[in-house]
């Protein structure tokens, strides 16, 4: 084998080389040491091996599934409200409006401001007395003719959370949707209408068929984004009042942070990322449906 | 040869770079407190920064300061002294984190660092308590603060404000109209809730938070008829909700904001609420303690000041800065700033503490103050418990002792 010839076959090597470990360093071995302390507890810093206690405490903590549930509960609110306005939007904008750029730009900004500070302002709207929100929108859900504090209350607490996430997700959901709406050749609408077929028969019949496969990738990549959802919630209610607002990642980040228990946060993590996996399955399989459909 | 040459000058490079750091540390301390030395507002980050100057100026040490969040010093310390990490030379700390501190090995003892100061034989009772643990010093206190009672004089008739659960539900009805309430004080889902708000009942009641080994120990009756009150003082209005679900600031607001006839905060109250100081001088605000649950009234206590980790690189510089900390009118000032009382002799006798606000401060933290029980897992363990207080009084049908129970075996698996 020539020199040059090594050489060849060592260069596209060399060149995802680095990316490669990068990976290793910033995912895999972190993902691995996440693994490794899921079957130990820690104490102040000192490590023990207790095998699977952790996962046996996990399956016994009423704090676990009640995460579990409010995870559940936060992410169908949320994937409603995306999608279905995600939606109405995407096909607003693929009317071509005129001024179809200014609104996109508009929904797009919630999305250029960084989670914690998208929370954050969410928090002070709706801050006992002096948010603009709470003073809006609490006397008119008050049952008693008082006051109705949103982030005192469980319910209002998950549904300011979950308002805040859909307005900063909105506009991601809208262009994926929005850039399926523009593979459908705008034909297939014509031939309907010229069929006779109303704007509604034409949507339910031929559009929406067709974009079933984005909409189906665009609802496990929310989904994905809403199990792994902690930046809104850490900045507006921080899991309270109670538990009520204490999500499956939130928890984690608690255990770890918090109560500075690695062992069992690690744990979560392991759960969660075989939610993660299954989620990410769906997700490729849809793609892969997507292109074959294609 | 000139290969050589630069091979050679390498490694000389080599050898200054490992050794510069090593020359440097003999000249350097490294100080963790929760001040922001850039915030002028505080007059005692001003304080800190001058003396640090001062320091720097007198020793010719450097003074590394890095500001770390209160809840967080001492775990932060523990954590670095077991992973074995760089450990700073001197870090704050309140009383209620020296039987965690070592619990986790995380601080050496300071009589032989301290022994021949003579400021050290001048600090009092609010001192020793705090830091001389089996005869050995592992502290060293500044001042004194506690929980406090403030209450407006005119909303309270002859009788004055009720001391007594019994007259707390007597009053509380009279005073309390949906939009004023009988009190205010911060009830959140935060370690601080429970040691202001909850133990002195908790205490006067005969309960306990921990056992003799720092565990869980309250889960029982007792605690739970103080959960059983708590609920009496929020479902019927007396105390606003939001002492619940909100934070410091939404506690102390019905209090400025005219809403609530007391506040149950504490010495410190006066650096967050605007006058409070020179309310209880004039009169117009009188203070008190806390409700007597049959055990007696009782206020939360904490003694604060500074421990020296163990492994820390310079502890005698570190020594050499609290020698120039504990000077008699800085101690005073400190104090004064945070309107707690200062442990040495020579600060009190500074006139600033002879105003009614000191003397009642004084004279309750005396008569009521109380240091909290300790753990090796102290604020993991408090927070845990407050976070089932937040729950407990949002939802009355919680049953309070099977929930206590609950969390202590939470508690117990995760540290135990």
Redesign the interface.
């Known amino acids: 084998m020539t020199q040059r010839t090594v050489a060849k076959r060592i260069y596209p090597y060399l060149l995802i080389g680095p990316a490669v470990v990068f990976v290793v360093f910033v995912s895999l071995y972190p993902a691995l040491y996440t693994f490794y302390l899921s079957v130990h507890r820690t104490?102040?810093?000192?490590m023990e091996y207790i095998g699977f206690r952790n996962f046996e405490?996990i399956w016994e903590?009423?704090?676990f599934w009640n995460s579990i549930q409010l995870t559940f509960i936060f992410g169908f609110a949320f994937l409603l409200l995306v999608i279905g306005l995600g939606l109405a939007l995407a096909l607003v904008f693929n009317s071509r409006l005129q001024g179809n750029t200014l609104y996109m730009t508009i929904i797009f900004i919630p999305w250029m401001i960084s989670e914690v500070v998208a929370g954050v302002m969410w928090r002070w709207l709706f801050l006992?007395?002096l948010g603009v929100l709470q003073n809006l929108l609490g006397p008119l859900f008050a049952s008693d003719g008082?006051t109705y504090?949103f982030?005192?209350d469980?319910t209002g607490a998950m549904g300011v959370v979950v308002m805040a996430t859909f307005w900063r997700s909105l506009a991601f959901a809208t262009l994926l949707l929005l850039a399926g709406l523009q593979t459908i050749p705008s034909e297939l609408g014509e031939a309907a209408s010229i069929d006779g077929a109303n704007r509604w028969q034409a949507f339910r019949r031929v559009t929406w068929p067709l974009l079933l496969p984005t909409t189906q990738v665009t609802v496990v990549f929310m989904s994905i984004q809403a199990v792994n959802a902690i930046g809104m919630f850490l900045s507006i209610t921080?899991g309270?009042?109670?538990?009520a607002t204490e999500v499956l990642s939130l928890q984690m980040y608690k255990?770890a942070l918090?109560?500075?228990?690695w062992g069992?946060a690690g744990s979560l993590a392991v759960v969660m990322f075989f939610i993660n996996a299954a989620l990410a399955v769906i997700y490729i399989r849809s793609l892969q449906s997507q292109n074959a459909f294609d | 040869m000139k290969k050589h040459f630069y091979l050679f000058l390498v490694l000389l490079l080599a050898l200054g770079v490992m050794i510069a750091p090593v020359a440097a540390q003999g000249d350097e301390i490294v100080i963790w407190t929760s001040y922001d030395l850039t915030d002028t507002e505080n007059p005692n980050s001003v304080r800190l920064a001058e003396k640090i100057a001062e320091f720097e100026e007198v020793t010719g040490i450097t003074v590394v300061h890095e500001q770390v969040a209160w809840d967080q010093l001492s775990?932060a310390l523990?954590?670095a002294?077991?992973?074995g990490g760089d450990v700073p030379d001197l870090v704050e700390a309140g009383s209620q984190h020296i039987p965690a501190l070592l619990d986790?090995g995380a601080v050496m003892p300071l009589d032989d660092l301290l022994g021949d100061e003579d400021w050290v034989a001048d600090l009092g009772d609010g001192d020793t308590l705090a830091c001389v643990i089996d005869d050995e010093r592992y502290c060293v206190a500044h001042n004194v603060r506690g929980g406090m009672t403030y209450y407006r004089v005119d909303a309270f008739g002859e009788d004055g404000f009720p001391t007594t659960v019994e007259g707390w539900r007597e009053v509380a009805p009279e005073v309390s109209d949906?939009e004023n309430y009988f009190s205010t004080q911060f009830a959140?889902?935060s370690y601080g809730a429970i040691e202001i708000m909850w133990w002195p009942m908790i205490y006067s009641n005969g309960g306990s938070l921990f056992d003799e080994e720092g565990r869980p120990a309250w889960a029982t009756e007792e605690v739970a008829e103080v959960v059983e009150f708590g609920r009496e003082l929020f479902n019927n209005g007396w105390f606003p909700?939001?002492n619940?679900?909100?934070d410091f600031a939404?506690a102390e607001?019905p209090w400025i904001d005219g809403n609530a006839a007391s506040f149950r905060g504490g010495s410190w109250s006066a650096i967050f609420v605007p006058g409070l100081q020179d309310q209880v001088d004039s009169g117009e605000v009188a203070m008190t303690g806390g409700v007597d649950f049959g055990g007696g009234s009782y206020v939360f206590m904490v003694s604060e000041g500074f421990v020296v980790p163990e492994g820390a690189e310079n502890p005698e510089a570190a020594a050499s800065f609290l020698s120039m900390f504990f000077e008699p009118s800085f101690v005073a000032g400190w104090a004064a700033g945070q309107f707690g009382i200062p442990t040495l002799g020579a600060a009190y006798e500074v006139s600033e503490f002879d105003s009614t606000f000191y003397q009642s401060v004084d004279e309750i933290l005396g008569a009521q103050g109380l240091y909290m029980q300790q753990s090796?897992f102290y604020v993991?363990s408090l927070?845990?418990l407050a976070?089932a207080f937040?729950?407990m009084m949002?939802?009355p049908s919680i049953d309070a002792l099977q929930r206590l129970q609950?969390v202590a075996e939470?508690v117990e698996?995760?540290?135990w």
């Open positions: 104490r102040r810093g000192v405490i903590s009423s704090n006992p007395n008082g504090m982030l005192s469980g921080g309270g009042p109670g538990r255990e918090q109560f500075n228990n069992y | 775990i523990s954590i002294v077991q992973a986790a949906g959140g889902r909700m939001l619940v679900t909100g939404d607001a090796p993991e927070d845990a976070i937040q729950e949002l939802d609950d939470e698996n995760r540290y």
